[in-house]
């Protein structure tokens, strides 16, 4: 039993009236993974799920076709176009363009479900999408934790996204994952075991991108990294086990637990208050709103001010403390700058000035140059040791004059 290849011209042409029966698949959208094929009758009257011999089976783009007898797979096709089915031939399985690595796991999927039948029984038609099942919806119920380096702290984090599939062995698909009382399935009818295994190596290939070191806020640009870290964690279960893959990952929004956005926001504050700009303006802004709140306080505005003058001198003294410093180092430095200038400028006093005692004139020469009084003659005192001195030390011995 298998099925031939039909020419266009004999199915549209005036052959098309030797046909009985014509099967066509039922509505497929882009959410459908799976639809039976549904059989056209001319002259009605045949037996429900059974092929009458010689119809015609139509298959189109992006299709995969396959027919079963008796529940066994007995042939199939990827090959758009018109086929015949004949019970008297050998199973054709027409593979279309697809690659040598899928055709190789057809065959090997067909050797494990299908046989060869020479009297049919219950004959039925399934189409299998082969397009890009896309928008399927992902959101993590408990949030992820993802170690960031940059702020050396466990953060936590939700992601809402789509993801899309693509169905890479049609046969083992049908086999793993199809109900076999289904005629129509959409990805949403059999998604709740695999959303579950999704979000699971979602955390797992999150955790993936902590260690490799990207930072937090930019795993929601890394949509495609996080694609292949999917492939990876999945790759062994969908792929050989289900005969489908992670395509793509589109994550629309990332949330943070209430712990992890008050850390982020306290370091990001911090690392803008390093730049001085952004400090003196920060401060300005403090400063004015301050007064603005004061002005409105309802205990008078005098209170208010009173206030703000006691907070700037408590909070404000630890961000002002640095640069009082400085400046009180800087006013010093420059006191005693000028009080050296000053010193040098003074002229240095003679070696034998006198201040006159009438008139309080000083001079260094015998009289007084104001009132003409003579210089007065030095004090003598005899020391201890006998010398005569007329200063306050005795010049032999160094004894103060008593």
Known sequence: ?????????????????????????????????????????????????????????????????????????????????????????????????????????????????????????????FYVNMQEIKGIKFGTRNPINYFDSFYNAELFLRAHGTYSIKITNPLLFYAEAIPRSAEHVQISDINTQYLDEFLQALQTSINQMSADGVRISFVASKGRELSKYMADTLDEEWKQQRGMEIQSVAIASISYDETSQKLINMRNQGAMMQDPTIREGYVQSAVAQGLESAGANANGAAAGYMGVGLGMQAAGGMMAAASATNAQQMQAQAQAQAAQQAQAAQPAPAADAWTCPQCGTASTGKFCPECGTARPAAAKWICSCGTENTGKFCSECGKPRP
Do not use: C
């Open 1 to 125: 039993m298998g099925i031939i290849k039909a020419a266009a011209q004999a199915v549209t042409g005036t052959l098309s009236d030797q046909w009985k029966e014509v099967v066509e698949p039922m509505s497929m959208d882009d959410q459908t993974v799976f639809v039976k094929g549904v059989v056209r009758r001319s002259g009605g009257g045949a037996t429900k799920d059974v092929i009458t011999n010689g119809s015609v089976i139509h298959v189109y783009d992006n299709q995969f076709m396959f027919v079963t007898d008796g529940g066994k797979i007995v042939d199939y096709t990827s090959e758009p176009g018109y086929f015949i089915l004949d019970n008297s031939s050998a199973p054709s399985m027409f593979s279309g363009n697809l690659k040598e690595g899928l055709k190789e796991s057809l065959q090997d999927a067909f050797r494990r479900f299908g046989f060869g039948g020479a009297t049919p029984m219950s004959q039925k038609v």
